[in-house]
DNA sequence: TTGAAAGCGCTACCAT
DNA sequence: ATGGTAGCGCTTTCAA
């Protein structure tokens, strides 16, 4: 047996402390040597040493620490002003961001831009939190997860379109969107069905699934239906062009991804006089207002996001009481709304 | 007074021992007293004398080192995910983020939902930011920025439709908003122009210089036009209502405060058979996407947003560099396009 | 009822 | 080239 005391494996966050003793120095040279101090010299060899000690525990500075020992931050604040009239996205965060602060948490959205999964987490880390709630858009890997609970998170949460391993889900199911979508359709004759691929980086994660959603409703329906992807960006250039070539593509139904992309395409099949819904029926996603608005009245997919509370309240439990077995929760529910357009 | 809130060299940002040494206790007592520790019986006097050294100082706790002592947080992280398709406002706080991460600053967007000013200014002054850029929503005030300067920030900059006393200030002129649209509807012939005044109660400090901004081109055009507020909730109870009083109001044209409440309020007009723009001329603002797929195309104000670079690097000339007299930059150009809803 | 002091993790100064 | 160590601001235990 080690003479050394041994730490409770798995719930102590390393320290610079713990890196010099693996590596056999001093914590000043654990410092210097992981800030590439260049006013010190150091030799390559030590360099390495602590360096792979630092890889081996996992190591991750602990920026509370620093910028007090700093007598400074570099921390810009970008106060979010609550968004009363928002997204449905929007809301949820600010809904959860206020059912928390009641809780006594400190709610901190921190920018991620221009960063990868892994660095992204490791930055993360760096703050200490005790909960993080990572939103899709940042693919959070298991790796990036063990870096955030070795780091002391107590509850890691992703909140998107499909779980990641070894953290608790909130899973908004993209699939039953573009199923209910295609569902909708089918009841209202259609049989071939477009179904939209916005082309904006960002979108992939739910444009995916949306599609698969609809791809496994039709499988379902065992109606003889077909699916047919369709790329569009989100200008009206690539709109004419898709309108342009639509009586060619045979199809009498798109599900146009959301909203807004039903109403960049509707505008565009009206220009080109392909008759909707006569001709072709046309479903969003989100109903937003402008459905209503538009003419003929837009068909869409509500989806309607869970109220934040329960979340809030996990996150609460997760962190009094942490090491569960991952749970999953389903926040969306889908319903097609069927308006003049389909 | 009302000068520079300047940090003198030898002033430096109040910490406990500073209220422990002018309230003549101990540092153990002023934290005592702060927290409201239950467990220490604390005499009333000294209670008093406690809470009124820190509030003469101008105390507010150091989360970091807070945090330090008590071996966690309560910080629940929710990362932002960067949104490609987002509003102009969202885009712009993605460009800033990244140009900030660019020159090694931490940015954290910090929640302050259902915060008074005062409240918020504290809570962001206990994680000592260098630099904080207040958007509206938040009205930072005098005393807010005192907070948060005597705590260490550098640069407090608000971004806004005003400058606020004693900050630096980016401005993004409403008023010229107003003006824009007014002008280019007395450009049609128009001369009797309401002004459509949003109902929800975060957009007034939007809603009230864009209504005086439409006043003063008014007034300025020496045209015996007048202005018209029309107030309206962003329902469509609230447009047909509007609407259906419409021909009582005799006005010949509106802005319509910006895009989508131009669109809701033209569906609700042509609903209500008002020909646009041969009986009233419709114009909005943003010059979102949707202006050119609505029929008529809906004319609007485009705002041009600088590009955030300018203003990233603004924060690290006034961080390396701070104590300067309040500096002012103007951060929105405006200019009308007209489409054929006027 | 209050005070003295330890120590959270880190970095920078001053020794070797 | 590397180590010892002080101290950032705070809370909390123990002692007075």
Redesign the interface.
Known sequence: MSQLPEQPAGTSVPTSADVARLAGVSRATVSYVLNNNTTVRISESTRVRVREAAADLGYVP????R??RAG??????????????GRPHERF??G???D??RL???????????LGADE?ARA?AE????????????TLTPKGIGVLTRS?AKAVITLGPQPVDGAHALVMDQEEIGGCAVRHLLSRGRRRIGVVIPQ????APYAAPRLAGAVRAVEESSSGARVQPLPLR???ASAQDLAGRWRGLGVDAVFAYDD?YA??LM?ALQDARVAIPAETAVIGAGDL??C??LRPRLSSVRTELATAQPLAEM?DRLVQNPGGAPERHDLLRAAAVGREST
């Open positions: 602990h920026a509370a620490a910028s007090l400074h931050t570099r921390m810009v604040l970008l106060p979010a002003a609550p968004t009363p009239a965060f600010t959860l961001e206020a928390l602060r006594d948490y400190t709610v901190v959205r921190y920018g991620s831009v221009g992204a993360w703050l200490r939190p005790v909960a993080v709630v990572s939103p899709s858009g940042i002391g904006e980086p960002g979108l989100f200008d009206e807004e109403m960049l505008r207002m402008l209503r608005l996150i």
